[in-house]
């Protein structure tokens, strides 16, 4: 659960990096954090009845649970299976479209809600050795348990806390005014389209934590190490999608290779605008490090929900989401098994609502609108926090 | 890291070319879609399929077990570490193999006694079916019959302690080698008795077989004493003997005093003693050299316990002392087995952190 999950782990991971660029202080229509309006008894019955909401879960959990997830993992092997077939005969145009897609809807449930999800330890209370966060391995670029050190550990304790939260902007984009501005980031409009193709390369880029590197924290020869870990993960990949099945198909070579890009680039583009939409819409805080100082478990968890953002869909698109377009509930409880997101849902938001917190959610192109005219607008310098919803409705 | 089952004898050609087919599948393995046909072709664990289930008039069940990959083999007497699925939960148990290891069909049988307040045998009891899927681990255990078996046997066994003698009887049965065995068998009531129908046929047609039933609730316990009338001649027999703690020790005891202890050779109903039914130290510090934590421990708690204390992700599996999921190398100092209560370790030893608790500081490549 969060609070184990979260639980300093090792001694490199209980000195996270020190923040790379001082907050910049803004004027004071700042919109006060809701954080800052409960009491510590409110914050404590807070905790408790999230705790609660968790513990009824676990409680729960079983043979639906386990079936649920086989069937998926099993989903999404029939499809590749289906799709490398199809694009054996990929010179004709039908069976180019069918594969394409095929492949790129397998690739996007791998990573989303079968991968990101077993790597959270979501599934680890089946105690199935093939389904355990220690042992799976994700159809992306990232070594995944480089990955489950810069995601899980990382993001997941300091979610929004500006300067230790290195996904806020993933340390190459202005997503927050209150990170200082630099020239660079009259680009980011640019990049960001780059890093939307080649979204699974940022991440494993992103898991070497460049800050840590330069600060001297990291050790020559652990970056090595990683980097040698990129490497054969990266080669896996090309051959796979770039040399074996084009190879496979012969003559179709060339277009297997372009339907193989394709899927790999329309999976980046939707994990992309499904994880910019978790933390970057208008409606999310941050918080300084002085906001989260002697923070309780009450607090931990108002935090996540402040800082993360729903997106309104139906069952379909909520698992093509993997189920992040339950953010919210995802950082309350990381741990949980992502299928059970959709009936806690109404629980979140009725605490929500009794503590006159606010719940956010929208739908995908009003969250994506926002996400992407606050990296317009950060592009440069200034600008001030956006209007916050002040609590939920019904 | 969650338990896994043995890893299954597979031909090596079959290997290599499953290797060579990792290019198409990475991260996934051949394997992983191949499983997606028959889950018993992985090749990574060995896995069974429930062939039937008997269902004894005693409170036990017997599975009969065909494994995906050619059975390893095991010596009657051995007990396999099997993995099953209750209510999505993997969960693992060891349990004596009743089989003879030489069967024809290549199967292997196990007989769960139940036990009501368990997990795993009331599952087994009312929802294994044909068909079933289970993990195998490995095959293990040392109270086993010699190779060749000795002329003049004695059994001694006691409730479900019957199960690894059952796979020494069938051996001994189907290779014809009954030649001189007395067996005396203890079970609370006469419902009770697993294999009863088997042991009195066993009885009435081989020449070589004489069973004792003693029924405790109406005859009370088996004592040493008893053992001079109801075969004479133990002290010229080789003794197998498995049952509760209780019965063991009396008859240790007897064998130590009267007999000559090499030759009784006993096992308890669990496979391994509880932890900590051994002797304790005063425990020490231990760093985990590979994630730089230290931990201690008061002697009671082993290393994986202490170092999970101390905040240290540590693979395990079973905890206790039989998967090796948890192994690491010792670099420097002593532990206590807390199963015995032995003081043991070398540099360069690989350890189970999950029975072992330091003696002094130690130093772990963990």
């Known amino acids: 659960m969060s609070a184990t999950a979260t639980k300093p782990r090792t001694r490199r991971e209980r000195s996270p990096q020190p923040a790379r660029s001082k907050p910049v202080a803004l004027d004071s229509r700042e919109p006060g954090s809701p954080l800052a309006r409960l009491t510590a008894e409110q914050l404590e019955q807070l905790g408790r009845e999230f705790d609660a909401i968790h513990d009824d879960v676990f409680a729960s959990l079983g043979e639906p649970d386990a079936r649920y997830i086989r069937r998926m993992i099993r989903l999404h092997r029939q499809l590749v299976l289906a799709a490398r077939a199809l694009l054996l005969g990929s010179r004709r145009r039908p069976f180019w479209l069918a594969g394409t897609a095929a492949l790129s809807v397998a690739k996007i449930l791998e990573n989303m809600e079968i991968g990101h999800n077993v790597l959270h330890g979501q599934w680890d209370w089946m105690n199935d050795p093939d389904i355990n966060s220690q042992s799976w391995d994700w159809d992306t670029a990232s070594p995944a348990q480089a990955w489950r050190h810069s995601h899980n550990y990382e993001h997941h304790t300091f979610t929004n806390i500006r300067g230790k939260d290195r996904d806020l902007g993933y340390e190459i984009m202005r997503i927050d005014p209150h990170q200082r501005w630099y020239p660079i980031y009259l680009l980011q409009p640019l990049y960001n389209i780059v890093l939307m193709a080649f979204f699974e390369w940022g991440v494993a880029l992103h898991d070497l934590n460049a800050g840590a590197i330069r600060s001297g924290e990291k050790s020559r020869a652990q970056l090595i190490e990683e980097l040698k870990a990129i490497g054969v993960k990266a080669r896996r990949q090309v051959i796979k999608d770039y040399v074996a099945f084009p190879l496979l198909s012969g003559r179709a070579f060339k277009s297997t290779l372009a339907a193989n890009f394709t899927a790999n680039v329309i999976r980046n583009v939707w994990a992309h605008s499904i994880i910019f939409c978790g933390h970057f819409p208008d409606q999310t805080y941050t918080f300084s490090e002085d906001e989260v100082a002697a923070e309780t478990r009450g607090g931990w968890y108002v935090r996540q929900l402040l800082g993360a953002a729903n997106i309104d869909g139906r069952p379909l698109f909520h698992v093509m989401t993997g189920n992040l377009s339950f953010q919210v509930e995802h950082h309350l409880y990381p741990d949980m098994p992502s299928s059970r997101y959709a009936e806690i849902a109404p629980r979140v938001r009725d605490v929500c609502r009794r503590y006159g917190l606010p719940y956010n959610t929208g739908p995908l192109r009003k969250q994506l609108g926002t996400v992407h005219r606050t990296i317009l607008r950060l592009a440069l310098p200034g600008g001030r926090p956006r209007p916050k919803p002040e609590r939920t409705m019904g | ?366």
Not at chain 2, 85 to 91: C, K
Not at chain 2, 148 to 155: E, I
Not at chain 2, 166 to 179: G, P, V
Not at chain 2, 312 to 338: E, P, Q, Y
């Open chain 2, 1 to 366: 890291m969650a338990e896994r089952g043995a890893v299954p004898t597979v031909p090596s050609g079959r290997r290599r070319a499953l290797g060579l087919l990792r290019s198409f599948t990475s991260p996934l393995r051949p394997d992983d879609y191949l499983e997606l046909i028959n889950p018993l072709w992985s090749t990574r664990e060995l896995r069974g399929r429930i062939e039937r289930v008997e269902r004894h008039t005693a409170p036990a069940v017997t599975l009969l077990i065909k494994p995906g990959w050619q059975w390893p083999g095991h010596r009657p007497g051995q007990y396999v570490r099997l993995g099953v699925e209750v209510d999505g939960v993997h969960h693992w148990r060891a349990y004596s193999l009743t089989s003879d290891p030489r069967r024809a069909d290549g199967c292997i049988a196990i007989t769960p006694k139940l036990v009501e307040s368990g997990k795993v045998s009331p599952f087994m009891f009312t929802s294994a079916r044909r068909g079933m899927l289970v993990r195998l681990g490995g095959v293990e255990g040392s109270f086993v019959l010699p190779d060749p078996p000795p002329r003049r046997l004695l059994f001694i066994s006691a409730g479900s302690g019957i199960t690894p003698i059952m796979s020494m009887l069938r051996s001994l049965c189907a290779s014809d080698r009954l030649q001189d065995v007395v067996h005396l068998h203890s079970e609370r009531t006469v419902e009770a008795v697993i294999f009863a129908a088997e042991l009195h046929a066993l009885d009435r047609r081989h020449r070589g077989y004489r069973l004792h039933e003693q029924i405790t609730r109406r005859d009370g316990r088996i004592t040493p004493a008893a053992l001079e009338q109801l075969c004479p001649d133990w002290r010229e027999r080789e003794t197998f003997l498995c049952g509760p703690a209780g019965l063991l020790a009396a008859m240790r005891e007897h064998w130590g005093r009267d007999g000559d202890p090499k030759r009784l050779h006993s096992e308890h109903f669990q496979p391994d003693a509880q932890l900590g039914s051994g002797e304790h130290g005063a425990g020490g510090m231990i760093r985990f050299c590979a994630s730089n934590i230290e931990a201690s421990s008061d002697g009671t708690q082993p290393i994986l316990v202490a170092g999970e204390s101390a905040g240290a992700t540590l693979a395990h599996g079973c905890r206790m002392g039989i998967c090796h999921s948890c192994v690491g190398t010792l670099r420097s100092g002593r532990v206590r087995d807390l199963r015995n209560g032995r003081v043991h370790g070398q540099p360069g030893e690989v350890l189970r952190i999950c029975i072992n608790a330091p003696e002094g500081p130690v130093e772990i490549d963990l």
